[in-house]
């Protein structure tokens, strides 16, 4: 079995972080997302990974051909083919039974155990589902007593469905099912496929009672980098195939996460400091992420700093300060929230 990960997306969210990195590429506690998702699979010894890719697509490829002992293989849209027409533009690299995984999300399902509930449901499609309270941002699944799908509805209304069962957009597949879907089209898993395999009662669920987190927008990329420091995910990633960016851990309990050539002059608690960045003297930050190559003044919390713009996912300010060279107040971005 390999796997194939979607990793074309725009990012429209996630602006203004994606204005030059592509969502794939976002860094969580200074490492690339995607480097989170290739160990993952790399853990389970998949080690055959093909990458879908439309916007820059460079920047994945430069990056992942420099990992070790991985064989990597890309299929580049010229156009957005959606998440199953992308998968069937690359049918060519798949085996017979694969598996599909999102470029910009963190989780730590057991593959190796969904892929024996694949086997035994003799399934065409498992997907891995979660429960979740708040269902209104997800696909929604609804399953018969043997983890047959029996229904699925994307972003239901209050009472629409309920299940709390939530698709986590991670997918075993046989290749056959590739046959549904038409060529150099755009068509999607949820909208168009699913529906097909639901009226032939050729789809499974695997309940993944771990942790997920749909890296979508700003508010989920922010809590994704703590959930990395305090989540076990950190050390697993680097020490598997790859140093991505050297860091080090400072503050109590290795609370927050130092890129080795940034410059920390200003006190920090609980923050994310990037490549090459500077902690200007007299600064203080709380629960901050910073991003590569910024030079922060003054005194911030629970807010993520780039050059020339602060998010604001809390307070967002300790004072009224002169933010980076720019000059740029976060007040004028909080609004991103409301």
Not at 198 to 226: T, V
Request: aromatic share 10%; hydrophobic share 35%.
């Amino acid at each position: 079995m390999n796997a194939i990960i979607l990793a074309g997306g725009f990012g429209s969210r996630l602006k203004p972080l994606t204005d030059e990195t592509i969502k794939p590429m976002l860094p969580l506690c200074n490492t690339p997302t995607i480097d989170y998702t290739v160990s993952h699979l790399r853990a389970f010894g998949i080690k055959d990974i093909v990458f879908t890719l439309c916007h820059k697509p460079e920047q994945v490829i430069n990056w992942a051909t420099g990992y070790s002992d991985t064989t990597c293989r890309f299929s580049i849209e010229t156009r957005p083919l959606g998440t199953a027409g992308g998968v069937k533009a690359a049918e060519k690299f798949l085996d017979d039974t694969f598996i599909v995984v999102s470029g910009d999300a963190l989780e730590d399902i057991d593959f190796a155990s969904m892929l024996n509930k694949h086997v035994r449901s003799k399934s065409d499609v498992t997907m891995a589902v979660k429960h979740e309270e708040n269902t209104s941002l997800y696909g929604v699944v609804e399953t018969d007593a043997w983890g047959t799908v029996t229904g699925f509805k994307e972003k239901p209304a209050p009472g629409e469905s309920s299940s709390t069962l939530i698709n986590c957009g991670v997918y075993i597949i046989n290749k056959s099912v590739l046959k549904l879907v038409p060529k150099r089209a755009k068509f999607d898993f949820a909208r168009d496929l699913f529906p097909i395999l639901l009226e032939r009662g050729k789809m499974s669920a695997y309940i993944h009672d771990g942790y997920w987190c749909d890296i979508g927008d700003i508010k989920s990329y922010y809590k994704a980098n703590f959930d990395v420091i305090s989540g076990g995910f950190f050390e697993p990633c680097r020490n598997n195939f790859r140093l991505s960016y050297a860091s080090y851990r400072v503050g109590s309990g290795g609370s927050s996460v130092i890129a080795c050539d940034s410059k920390l002059v200003g006190n920090i608690s609980r923050c994310i400091v990037g490549r090459g960045s500077r902690i200007s003297s007299g600064s203080v930050l709380e629960n901050c992420i910073v991003m590569d190559d910024v030079t922060v003044k003054g005194r911030y919390a629970d807010s993520i700093i780039g050059n020339g713009f602060a998010l604001c996912v809390g307070s967002g300010l300790l004072d009224n300060p002169i933010f980076t060279e720019k000059g740029l107040n976060s007040t004028q971005f909080s609004d991103i929230f409301s």
